[in-house]
């Protein structure tokens, strides 16, 4: 048995899509909502801030696919995978951030790479995804799309490869079913280079009606982010966003060796997703 925690996110739902009537699965959520999973997928309830909640869940399981909220500063990880290791956990596949890797110093990567050092030293078989910016962050300018046909962003001529959600899930689902993957670290990104200005161009073009992209300042966006993330973090994606480093900006072959098929583009994940935008 498969277990799958964040099973409501854009990762998990398709993950459990991926290996719904390949293997036995268990989404784990904590919220209180009803939710719909696949066919022949069980669900249980269970806050990775209270890690025995997690027991019942990932009794009989012999893998665990771990996403943690946020940066995952509140979360006792070793309390985590000693509970999955205790059910019959063997192997963790972990959903990390590239910048874990791109940026080994800043603070507010810090704690996803106390927890990769966590998994790794778990005593469990492990696999580590690094994905970099998804392109479900584009969900944020939903509102001001529906309302004013607008969408506001810093640094609009930054290309980034970012990465489709559903590629991240495909490729968790192939790591989680094949052993033969424990001890690597798969850097995940889109195919291509992709600035906001492009990303609101394509949005425009799945839409069939015109955007208007307005660049905000540094401060402007900085202070919008504060809104809803912590400064540290709100820090460190504005360094990514406005000076990505060579290797933040490299397209990685991951995804597609993975899967074998080359990774989706934004105007790919904007063209199945643009009824939230209308």
């Known amino acids: 048995m498969i277990v799958v925690t ?11 899509k991926n290996l719904a009537g390949t293997a036995a699965v268990t989404a784990v959520s904590r919220g209180q909502l009803p939710v719909d999973v696949p066919e022949g997928v069980r669900h249980r309830r269970a806050d990775l801030a209270e890690p025995e909640t997690l027991r019942p869940a990932v009794a009989g399981a012999h893998a665990l696919f771990l996403l943690v909220a946020g940066a995952g500063a509140h979360l006792d990880v070793d309390q985590i995978l ?44 492990w696999t580590i995804l690094r994905p970099g910016g998804f392109a479900s962050n584009a969900y944020a300018w939903a509102e ?24 991240i899930a495909g490729v968790a689902a192939t790591v989680l079913r094949d052993a033969a993957h ?28 015109p955007i208007e992209f307005v660049e905000q300042s540094r401060d402007e966006a900085r202070a919008q982010m504060l809104r809803f993330m912590p400064e540290p973090v709100v820090d460190g994606t504005l360094s990514i966003l406005g000076e ?3 290797a933040e900006q490299r397209v990685s072959p991951h995804v597609q060796q993975l899967l074998g098929r080359p990774a989706r583009t934004f105007a790919h994940w904007i063209e199945r997703n643009v009824d939230a935008f209308r």
């Open 6 to 16: 964040g099973a409501t996110g854009n990762v998990g739902r398709s993950l459990l």
């Open 82 to 125: 000693q509970v999955s290791r205790a059910g019959g956990v063997e192997r963790v596949v972990l959903l990390s951030s590239q910048a874990a890797g791109t940026r080994p110093e800043s603070v507010s990567h810090a704690p996803l790479r106390d927890i990769e050092r966590a998994v790794e030293n778990s005593g469990l078989a």
């Open 144 to 167: 001001s799309v529906r309302a004013r046909r607008t969408v506001a962003a810093p640094f609009g001529d930054v290309g980034l490869p970012v990465v489709d959600p559903d590629d």
């Open 182 to 209: 424990a001890g690597r670290r798969y850097e995940l990104t889109g195919p291509a280079l992709s600035t906001p200005r492009q990303r609101a161009a394509d949005l425009a073009a799945a839409l069939g009606e």
């Open 244 to 246: 990505p480093t060579p």
